[in-house]
Nanobody
């Protein structure tokens, strides 16, 4: 098991940028695929971005492709989500997820065993 703590959320205006961080602790000797999901009020949790265990292969939801970038710093056991050109529809609680399986369907929340508590991102128009 690995513990995940997200940070970096906040209230911003449309067009602004934010960088979310997800710090992992615990069994960090294993390699993990990591992903960001988000959940807006009244909506289901949805995939945002993911990065595989190799630290290079990434995937993005169409709604954020070209605006968001996921990256990892293995030395710091931290994954980042750089969010640019934010829109009001990006408003949600953002969750970090991790799984140590050899292959993970990054887009599926059920594929991940480890979750953070979430961080709120609010984008005003």
């Amino acid at each position: 098991q690995v513990q995940l703590v997200e940070s970096g959320g906040g209230l911003v205006q449309a067009g602004d940028s934010l960088r979310l961080s997800c710090a992992a602790s615990g069994r960090t000797d294993s390699r993990y695929s990591m992903a960001w999901f988000r959940q807006a009020p009244g909506k289901e949790r949805e995939f945002v971005a993911g990065i595989r265990r190799d630290g290079e292969t990434t995937d993005y939801a169409d709604s954020v492709s070209g605006r968001f970038a996921i990256s990892s710093d293995n030395a710091k056991n931290t994954v980042y989500l750089q969010m640019n050109s934010l829109k009001p529809e990006d408003t949600a609680v953002y969750y970090c997820a991790a799984d140590s399986a050899t292959w993970v369907n990054l887009r599926s929340s059920s594929a991940f065993d480890n979750w953070g508590q979430g961080t709120q991102v609010t984008v005003s128009s």
